[in-house]
């Protein structure tokens, strides 16, 4: 048998997001986000599900943590719900949010399982999107109000922050391809998003310097992995322009303080321009402590005249594909970090979601995921591949502890280690959970 052995100092995590598990939607002061409006809009996410109850774990976050030290985790990562903790947006903070999160990080701490706060994970206050919403400057300036009041509550114990989860979902699936809420199809909001997270991630970075100085802060990029169908100039073209859209579009102003041309003349023949202000890119550059990357697929594509912005034309053929129909291609994750180090130089960082959807359900008590334990092999070999050519992995956080709302797919896709019942919110350990529970105790897993 051939073994799998990480370095010692690894840290090993799972990962889950407010809206996604809380439930508890109206429940002691939080006010509606983003996600409520457009999941209760019919039409935007299958079977009309929304994330009213979800898990329940606003109610069950003790047994969720029980859960995490049975796996023997070193970090959780979870998000704070903004319209939870300050219901308006900014201003005054809802004392029964801030004391829930208070609750669920000294229960970690408890556990001796490190928190790493998500700040943003797609829930912005619906009272901000009224006024606008993430299209104008004023919403930066309301998230750095948000962000340092949560450095000051939890700075404390806290030491690892993430300002932005996966930018790339938050502003174009959510405001040009309207897949994600607010649900616009209008490129130039997606570019003004797109441009507005990465400042708010700025000017929370800046502030975090102040009052967190022992603290380390990222944010969390996604990308899948895109290669050419051929070495036909226009395949290998079409591959670059739909990779840069995830990669170079977020990365570039962070560790670049610019945007790719490429992209900007791409955007500029559909009329979609970016509205940089002077003192922005100084700002998004600011030095971060690591960058999380959020991996889940990757495949051949080829050139498609007049498909989508970029011409490109994914081809699936041939790939094993999870139950979201997402082909699996481990490779990909391991060329996409390769190619990130390439590109950005030795930049530390954490796998801050990577997972596969698989619907199994409950059969005597037993939920036989072996496809996502494959999965999960498949993907961490690629993981150690990685680390021994050098990228700098500082920590693997599995995406997710639980079966959760997955977005405009609802319930009907489940992504957890723990099987959730939405009707009873009883959890059932899959075999994922006891297959990573032991590679994560051991440090490495046999092939
Ligand atoms: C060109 C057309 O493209 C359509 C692709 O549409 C999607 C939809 C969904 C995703 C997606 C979903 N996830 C998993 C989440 N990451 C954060 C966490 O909350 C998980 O639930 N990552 N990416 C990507 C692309």
Redesign the pocket.
């Known amino acids: 048998m051939t073994t799998i052995e990480f370095p010692k100092d690894l840290k090993w995590g799972a ?1 889950t ?1 407010a809206y ?1 598990i809380e439930g508890a939607a109206k429940k002691d002061g939080r006010a509606p986000s983003i996600w409520d409006t457009f999941s209760h809009t019919p039409g935007n996410v299958k079977n009309g599900d929304n994330g009213d109850e979800a898990c329940d774990s606003y109610h069950r976050y003790k047994e969720d943590v029980q859960y995490l030290n049975d796996l023997g985790v070193d970090v959780y990562r979870f998000s704070i719900s903004w319209p939870r903790v300050m219901p308006k947006g900014t201003d005054e903070l809802n004392p029964e949010g801030v004391k829930y999160y208070r609750n669920l990080i000294q229960e970690l701490l408890d556990h001796d399982i490190e928190p790493i706060i998500t700040l943003y ?2 829930d912005l206050p619906q009272t901000l999107q009224d006024q606008g919403g993430w299209e104008v400057r004023s919403t930066t300036d309301a998230f750095k109000e948000y962000a340092v009041a949560m450095f000051k509550e939890f700075g404390d114990v806290v030491k690892k922050w993430i300002t932005i ?2 930018p ?2 938050a502003s174009f ?1 959510s405001n040009y ?1 309207g ?2 809420a607010p649900g616009k199809q209008d490129l130039q909001a997606a570019i003004d998003v797109s441009h507005h997270l990465l400042l708010a991630h700025g000017k929370s970075v800046q502030a975090f310097r102040e009052i967190v100085p022992d603290g380390e802060i990222g944010y969390a990029p ?1 990308a ?1 992995w895109l290669e050419p169908y051929s070495q036909q100039q226009e395949d290998i073209d079409a591959c670059e322009r ?1 990779m840069q859209w995830k990669i170079e579009w977020f990365m570039d102003p962070v560790f670049k303080g610019e945007y790719p041309q490429l992209l900007q003349d791409i955007f500029a023949k559909h009329n979609g321009y970016l509205n940089v202000e002077e003192g922005d890119m100084e700002l998004i550059s600011l030095p971060i402590d690591f960058m999380g990357i ?1 991996y ?1 697929s990757g495949s051949v594509a080829r050139y498609k005249e007049g498909n ?1 912005l970029f011409e490109v034309e ?1 081809i699936w053929v041939d790939y094993q594909k999870t139950d ?1 129909g997402w082909p699996v291609y481990a490779d990909g994750f391991y060329k996409l970090l390769i190619h990130i180090q390439q590109k950005y130089g030795d930049v530390p960082i954490y796998i801050t ?1 990577n ?1 596969a959807c698989y619907n199994h359900e409950v059969e005597d008590g037993v939920v036989n995921d072996q496809e996502r334990i494959d999965y999960l092999k498949q993907h961490l070999t690629a993981l150690h591949r990685a680390i021994k050519s050098g990228v700098p992995i500082k920590g693997y956080i599995l ?2 502890l639980l079966d ?6 609802g319930y009907s896709k489940r ?1 957890g280690i723990i099987h959730v019942n939405y009707r009873t919110f009883e959890r059932t350990k899959k075999e994922s959970f006891y297959w990573y529970q032991k590679a994560v105790q051991n440090n490495w897993f046999e092939l």
């Open positions: 990962a997001a996604q994970h797609w989860n996966e790339w979902c699936l391809l897949i994600h996604n899948d739909d959020n889940y989508g994914p979201i979601e997972g995406w997710s959760n709302f997955e977005w405009a797919e992504f």
